[in-house]
């Protein structure tokens, strides 16, 4: 496991954008792939992007797709999530994880060893 964190949550008016930013705070950091997920109150925690470390290829989840991109800078460990043409329904706590291995699926949480915090994220109508 890997400490991750997480920055660049806030307040955004609708149809704004904001970019979230995790970093592994321990070197070397080589996983296989990396994810974003997000949870809303009320609501279990869903996945909304995933990249593989080696090659940068990407998966998105179909309400952000075409509005979100997910990034790495693997020469500063570093994860990006930006967000554009927000909404009110993309309201949540976002996180970051860490999956050691390619895994079965993006989107089942226990294959993934490493979380952030979180970080809030709150689109005004």
């Known amino acids: 496991q890997v400490p991750l964190v997480e920055s660049g949550g806030g307040l955004v008016q609708a149809g704004g954008s904001l970019r979230l930013s995790c970093a592994a705070s321990r070197r070397p950091f080589t996983p296989w792939g990396m994810a974003w997920f997000r949870q809303a109150p009320g609501k279990e925690r869903e996945l909304v992007a995933g990249?593989?470390?080696?090659?940068?290829?990407?998966y998105y989840d179909d309400s952000v797709a075409g509005r979100f991109a997910i990034s790495r800078d693997n020469s500063k460990d570093t994860l990006y999530l930006q967000m554009n043409s927000l909404r009110p329904g993309d309201t949540a706590v976002y996180s970051c994880a860490a999956r050691p291995a390619v895994g079965t699926n993006w989107r089942w949480t226990a294959e993934y060893d490493s979380w952030g915090q979180g970080t809030q994220v709150t689109v005004s109508s």
């Open positions: 990249v593989r470390w080696s090659d940068g290829s990407t």
